[in-house]
Every structure is written in C-alpha cells, then in structure tokens.
C-alpha cells in the first residue's frame, strides 16, 4: 500500500502537465482525461524502479495514446469539427476550475492543430509547446530525428501562417466588449456593432453530428447576421481562455458561442449549436439552466 501511494503521489505531480498535452494533441478533455488514465494504469503495471524518468516515460505513453486515437479518427474518416471546449461558468473559480482554464489552450490554435495530420501535431505539441526534444519524438511517431524536426517545421509554418489572434488577456475587459456587442444586438443597432467588430471579423458556426460548418467573413455580414432577432437564455460562462455564452431553448442547452476579444475589438465568433454536445458541456461543468434572456432586437 505505501509503495502504491507512493507511485500514485509521483503521478499526480506529472498530471497537470500530461493533462495540458493531451488536450492540445486532442483537443478534447474527456479524451485527454482517458490517456492519462490509461498512463496510470501502465505505470501501475510496469515495474517503476526501473523507469529513470518517470516525467518522459508518462509523456512517451501518454503521446502514444493521443497518436494512436488521432490515427483512429482518420481511420474513421470522422468530419471536422469544431474542438470540444473547455466550459465553465463565468464567476468565482475554484481551484479545479483555475486547473481547468490552465490546461486549456485556445479554441482558434485547437482549430488550426486539428488540420495537422497526426505525426505533425504531436511533432509540434510536443516540441514546440513541451520542449521535448526531436531524438524522443521520433521514437513516438516512428520516424528519424530528423523527419521529427521536419513534421514540427511543417507544423509550425501552418500555425504561424493561420495568423490566430491573441485574445485581450484580461477577463473583465473581453466580458465588457462582449457585453456592449449585445447590447447592440439587441437594439438592432447596426452602426455600433460595426464599432465593436473587427473589419476582419469571422463568424464560424458548427452544427455538430452532420459536419456542417458556415463561415460568415466582414464586419458587415457579420454585423446584419448579430442584429437579426434572437430567441433563447443564456448564462455567461469562460470557454478555455476567452469569454463565451451558454444558449439554452426551452431550459435545454443548444449551443454555446466564444468570442476573442483583441484590441477593444470582437475579431472572431465560434459557435457550437449541437445540443448533445452542448449538453456534454454543460454537465460536465455543473452549469444550471440559464435565468438571463438572451438580448433579442426590439420590435422583433
């Protein structure tokens, strides 16, 4: 029993840092979660004392996992889809909730890191974001060091090329910008939407099981979509780093929106409107049904 807890003890001083990696090489917590159990349960098998580094021995499994799982969704030919986000409720944080937020990484980089193939995404989590070095990832996607270095490369010029905006690092100001973005929605008006929106702005909607995803691009299209009339409640929640909404239609979760904030201005809008998803989210999170009306336009 000591030595087990003993084992155990060492684990969770590496989790926090294997849960982060999952995630990014996933983008799903609940998966990520599962190969980091799936760690344990090797460790708990093999023989410890004759682990030297038990941090890279957890990253090598944990990664092996995520590749294996990432390889499984192509086999599938599984759509693409917006990331499963990391959803809490917009208030005092806890202290697993604070341990959530640190594991997340934004909902923009997680789009682009899901068009990487398998080997160049855990090539460049694992070098880029960990600092693992490429003579350890190429034992881990079977290829020479030097293929690793070039899977990363690849990767890299991808993520930097996508150009994500860097989201306005304080919470309270991204919730004011979101919050005067629906006060112009719900007036209908359209002037100061066009002030609160980025020229660039893009609205990107995914509808869930049927893979369809719609990409609205221009402050003006963006700005008469937002000033159209609305119905449904929402609760303000945090989704991984930005500020977000919680839509439920008739007490039942429907969608949740999440809005990057950078320089006083709204630059991208993700919406995720597959209820058995949003569902997922929201219990997961222990959010409540939603008391806030959703701002509709007036008249409408």
């Excluded at 682990?51 to 599938?76: F, K, M, Y």
Aim: proline letters at 6%; glycine letters at 6%; charged letters at 25%.
């Amino acid at each position: 029993m000591e030595e087990t807890e003993w084992l155990a003890e060492r684990f969770e001083q590496h989790r926090p840092r294997l849960r982060a990696a999952a995630y990014r090489m996933l983008g799903s917590m609940a998966e990520a979660d599962d190969a980091v159990q799936d760690a344990w349960l090797r460790l708990c098998r093999s023989d410890a004392d004759q682990i030297d580094n038990l941090g890279g021995w957890l990253t090598t499994v944990v990664a092996r996992e995520c590749l294996h799982t990432l390889r499984s969704r192509r086999q599938r030919r599984e759509e693409s889809r917006l990331p499963e986000p990391v959803v809490i409720l917009d208030s005092d944080l806890d202290p697993e909730q604070e341990a959530l937020l640190a594991d997340s990484v934004g909902l923009a980089l997680l789009v682009v890191l899901d068009r990487l193939s398998p080997a160049e995404r855990l090539a460049f989590v694992l070098h880029d974001m960990f600092e693992l070095p490429f003579d350890e990832i190429a034992g881990i996607v079977g290829r020479t060091p030097a293929a690793a270095r070039q899977l990363a490369s690849r990767a890299r010029r991808r993520v930097n090329g996508a150009e994500i905006p860097s989201p306005d690092p304080d919470l309270v100001r991204q919730r004011q910008v979101v919050d005067a973005f629906y006060a112009a929605s719900r007036a209908g008006d359209f002037d100061a939407l066009v002030q609160i929106l980025d020229p660039d702005v893009v609205l990107t909607s995914d509808f869930g099981a049927d893979g369809q995803r719609v990409v609205v691009r221009g402050v003006v299209a963006v700005a008469k979509q937002a000033r159209g009339p609305h119905s449904g409640r929402l609760q303000p929640v945090l989704v991984n780093d930005a500020v977000g909404a919680l839509i439920s239609v008739d007490d039942q979760p429907f969608g949740v929106l999440v809005f990057t904030v950078a320089g006083d201005r709204i630059v991208a809008i993700d919406g995720l409107r597959d209820p058995e998803r949003v569902r997922q989210f929201a219990d997961a999170a222990g959010i409540p049904p939603p008391s806030v009306t959703l701002p509709a336009r007036e008249g409408s």
